[in-house]
């Protein structure tokens, strides 16, 4: 499946870019940079992205159906138009009791500035 970005400067409906597939998981690409990434994501109920780990914080907003998040054995229900911050280094997975969809949002930069303010 093509993973490419969206067209710029035109207007789009965001739980309308990405299906449902039968037992998959989609991923469509909003726009990826070195600095980060914005994507889309839609589960087919009962998928699940095994647990993992990132070395940056990942913003997670569901848009369609409800997420099941667990962050270090610790899980969240997330309903349409929650959202919910995965911190950098935390164990992770993302399981779909139902169908749903998402946004992932990954910044990549600004992390080196944190190491300045240690002392």
Do not use: C
Not at 19 to 41: A, D, Q, R
Not at 69 to 93: C, F, K, M
């Amino acid at each position: 499946m093509e993973n490419s970005e969206v067209e710029k400067s035109k207007f789009f409906i965001i739980v309308e870019i990405i299906e449902y597939v039968p037992n998959s998981v989609v991923i469509k690409t909003i726009i990826k940079k070195t600095t980060g990434n914005v994507s889309v994501v839609s589960f087919d109920s009962g998928e699940v992205l095994s647990e993992k780990t990132s070395p940056f914080d990942t913003f997670i907003q569901v848009i369609d159906g409800q997420a099941e998040i667990v962050i270090n054995d610790e899980s969240t229900i997330l309903e349409i138009g929650q959202a919910i911050i995965i911190p950098a280094h935390a164990r992770n997975s993302i399981k779909a009791n139902v169908r749903f969809k998402m946004i992932s949002t990954i910044i990549k930069s600004g992390y080196e500035d944190m190491s300045l303010n240690t002392f």
